[in-house]
C-alpha cells in the first residue's frame, strides 16, 4: 500500500492567491482528516470525513478554508485568500471504519508558505 | 476546555539510556490513548497505543503506562538509539479523530 498521498508538498504563495492542497487516503479507509501543524499550536484538527461526508468541520478557522472530499479515494483542502498566518504544515491522515485503536495513518504533509 | 498536555517539551539522552515521556490528558472518556514519532519533514506514525482499561502495555523497546487516577500518559524507550531522536507525541480518542499534545522533542547524543 503506498499509504496516504498528499500533493503538494511544499508551497510558497503570496497572500491573497488561493491554494489548493489534495491528499489520496489509503485505499478502503473510510475516514479522512485534515490537520494542521505549528509550533504554537501544535497538531490541530481542522475537519474529517466519514464515507465522503464532511462530520466534524468545527475546527476550520474561517470562511477562507473550504474542504471536500468528492469521492472515497480524493479530498481538497483550499484557502481562499491566503494569508501569512496561514502558513503551516498541513497533514491529511486516513483510517478504517471498523479500526481497533483509532489509530490515524498520515501523509507527509504540505508545507505552505504565505508570503 | 479539554486538552492533551506535555510536561517536559525538550529531553535529552545519552544513546543507551532509557528516556520517559510524559503526558498529562483532561478527557477520561477516551478509549484509547496512543503515541506517536514524528521525524523532521515527515508526517506522525504511530508507535503504540494503550486502551483505557489497561494500565501497561509494551511493545518493542517501548513501553506505555497509563495512570487514570491522575490522568498521566507516559511512553518509556529502553536502550535509546540515534534513530529515536524525533517529536512525541500522546494522543487521546474522545471520538474518531485524534486530540494531539503539543510535542516532546526527544534528542539522543552519542
Known amino acids: 500500500d503506498a499509504g496516504v498521498i498528499q500533493s503538494p508538498r511544499h508551497e510558497v504563495t503570496e497572500m491573497g492567491q488561493e491554494v489548493t492542497l489534495r491528499c489520496k487516503p489509503i485505499s478502503g479507509h473510510d475516514y479522512l482528516f485534515w490537520y494542521r501543524q505549528t509550533m504554537m499550536r501544535g497538531l490541530e484538527l481542522l475537519i474529517y470525513f466519514n464515507n465522503n461526508v464532511p462530520i466534524d468541520d468545527s475546527g476550520m478557522p474561517e470562511d477562507r478554508f473550504s474542504a471536500k472530499m468528492p469521492n472515497a479515494s480524493f479530498s481538497t483542502l483550499k484557502i481562499q485568500p491566503s494569508e501569512p498566518r496561514d502558513s503551516a504544515v498541513y497533514f491529511c491522515a486516513s483510517r478504517p471504519g471498523t479500526s481497533g485503536t483509532g489509530e490515524l495513518f498520515f501523509g507527509e504533509g504540505s508545507r505552505l508558505t504565505v508570503l | 476546555g479539554e486538552s492533551v498536555g506535555l510536561h517536559l517539551p525538550t529531553l535529552s539522552v545519552q544513546e543507551g539510556d532509557n528516556s520517559i515521556i510524559n503526558c498529562a490528558y483532561s478527557?477520561?472518556?477516551?478509549?484509547?490513548f496512543i503515541w506517536y514519532k514524528q521525524e523532521s519533514g515527515k508526517g506522525p506514525q504511530f508507535i503504540i497505543d494503550i486502551r483505557s482499561n489497561m494500565d501497561k502495555r509494551q511493545g518493542q523497546r517501548v513501553t506505555v503506562l497509563l495512570n487514570k487516577t491522575v490522568k498521566h500518559l507516559s511512553l518509556q524507550i529502553a536502550a535509546t538509539q540515534p534513530g529515536d531522536s524525533a517529536v512525541y507525541f500522546c494522543a487521546e480518542t474522545p471520538g474518531y479523530a485524534l486530540n494531539f499534545g503539543k510535542g516532546t522533542s526527544l534528542l539522543v547524543t552519542p
Open positions: 478527557n477520561s472518556a477516551s478509549d484509547y
